[in-house]
């Protein structure tokens, strides 16, 4: 499900023109990593069928990830380009969240079904996934935002910015733009929340 639209609804995607293979190339590892996590969810409707997931994990400031994590990942150079960006985005939070958090929950992927927008779905999700990181021990909430809708809801909610990458800096090494954004978004903003 999450393969199905993610190529047509993710903005870096989306501007850099992914296709579902693009996409199969990636979100299937991530989705067998983080589903099994205690903090992820998926919503299902009367018939069943799955409209919505939000993918989490817990994260430790002394939580050393080994260096062949991603080996089995295998993308597409679309796919690698917004992976290498989120990493980039990510890479130094335990820099930029206050010294005395030692966990927190990040939202990996947040999925809506475009039939199923506009109904606060991903907002529930996040709400519920911060009760269950508080009983895990987690001291907030961090997450990427990509699009300009989701920065702002983000910020409203009382997220506060950790780290901004405008799009016009993000460049290949022909020195071309990487993110050519199809809306109104300018930058991608790593957000925290303590709870």
Avoid at 27 to 34: C, D
Avoid at 130 to 146: E, F, N
Wanted: some cysteine; aromatic content about 8%; overall charge neutral.
């Amino acid at each position: 499900m999450v393969v199905d639209g993610f190529d047509k609804t993710e903005p870096l995607g989306v501007a850099l023109g992914m296709t579902k293979e693009d996409t199969i190339s990636y979100i299937p590892f991530f989705v067998n990593k983080y589903l099994k996590e205690p903090v992820s969810v998926v919503v299902k409707n009367a018939d069943d069928e799955m409209v919505a997931v939000q993918l989490c994990s817990i994260e430790s400031r002394h939580q050393h990830q080994s260096d062949d994590l991603y080996t089995k990942l295998k993308p597409t150079a679309k796919a690698l380009r917004v992976f290498e960006f989120l990493v980039h985005m990510e890479n130094d939070i335990w820099s930029l969240v206050p010294p005395d958090v030692n966990h927190i929950l990040k939202l990996q992927i947040t999925y809506v079904r475009p039939d199923y927008t506009g109904r606060g779905i991903a907002k529930q999700m996040s709400s519920m996934r911060m009760d269950t990181a508080r009983k895990l021990g987690c001291q907030g909430i961090s997450t990427t935002s990509t699009n300009a809708i989701t920065q702002h809801l983000r910020l409203k909610e009382g997220y506060q910015p950790l780290k901004t990458v405008m799009y016009e800096d993000w460049k290949d090494n022909e020195g071309n733009v990487i993110f050519r954004m199809k809306d109104a978004s300018d930058r991608a903003i790593l957000t925290f929340k303590r709870f």
